[in-house]
């Protein structure tokens, strides 16, 4: 099942996509509520996709692909290194990812599978900790990396501009998420090509580390990491310009896009 968030009439809904048409929620619920659907039926070419989600909270996860950790010259870790994205940065399939103007020189991107949860988990096990999961989309964990690694002691600032966290586009409820073809495009050309089976920390690990961290609220997102090819290990590195096309393509989800503009 894949739930689409969508504007109409100028507030957001949620709906079913059904092939090529969306099948409104209930009494205009959230999938966290109910997915009981109505006879309100809209094309998916006249709505409005947004973030599928807006989030209580975003949590990411550092050096959860071997690849990744090898290209970046790190040791691989021996327990998830979470961080936390603002929930400001989070923006939907289309819209524009801005350079931002304090750090405008070293953006970068990473393909990231992000879980979607579906209630409230503390504490789970790792045997339960799907049941805990509405679904999942692909995610963007856009990155100002000077800011990141040069300049400031702690990755907050490097992660957390505004439009850094695009999302979508939309919640598919049916994935193997530790089996998923990964990749990211930028003006069409690969830049990461991998699976979801180099992460780490697996997804039912990841849930279930995360819960004894902190409660994990209906509508968290996860990031679980992103694989190698990104950016700044490249050899020369690249950096995302103004005018630049951004894809990320997860196998059984879809592709999210948006483009680079300047601030």
Not at 68 to 80: Q, R
Not at 82 to 99: C, H, L, N, Q
Not at 202 to 207: E, K, P, Q, S, V
Request: proline letters at 7%.
């Amino acid at each position: 099942m894949r739930i689409v968030r969508f504007k109409a009439n100028n507030h957001w809904c949620y709906g079913v996509l059904d092939s090529d048409t969306i099948r409104v929620l209930k009494n205009e619920s959230t999938p966290f509520e109910s997915l009981e659907v109505t006879d309100e039926e809209l094309p998916l070419s006249r709505a409005r996709l947004i973030a599928p989600v807006d989030p209580p909270n975003v949590i990411a996860l550092g050096l959860n692909y071997r690849r990744h950790a090898e290209e970046s010259g790190m040791k691989i870790p021996t327990h998830p290194q979470m961080f936390i994205k603002a929930t400001t940065s989070v923006i939907g399939p289309g819209d524009p990812i801005v350079i931002p103007e304090m750090a405008p020189d070293e953006v970068d991107y990473e393909a990231e599978l992000c879980i979607v949860m579906g209630k409230a988990a503390k504490d789970v096990h790792e045997c339960e900790a799907l049941d805990y999961v509405l679904g999942y989309t692909c995610g963007n964990d856009i990155s100002a990396r000077d800011c990141q690694l040069k300049l400031d002691a702690q990755w907050a600032r490097g992660k957390s501009f505004d439009t850094f966290c695009p999302l979508g586009p939309w919640i598919e409820t049916d994935l193997d998420p530790d089996n998923c073809a990964i990749a990211s495009r930028v003006n069409g050309e690969t830049m990461q090509s991998s699976n979801t089976s180099d992460m780490i920390f697996g997804c039912r690990t990841l849930i279930s580390f995360l819960s004894r961290v902190m409660t994990l609220l209906p509508g968290t997102i996860i990031m679980t990491g992103t694989p190698e090819g990104v950016g700044f290990a490249r050899k020369p590195p690249v950096f995302l310009q103004p005018g630049d096309v951004v894809e990320v393509e997860i196998g059984g989800i879809g592709v999210l896009r948006n483009d680079a503009v300047g601030a």
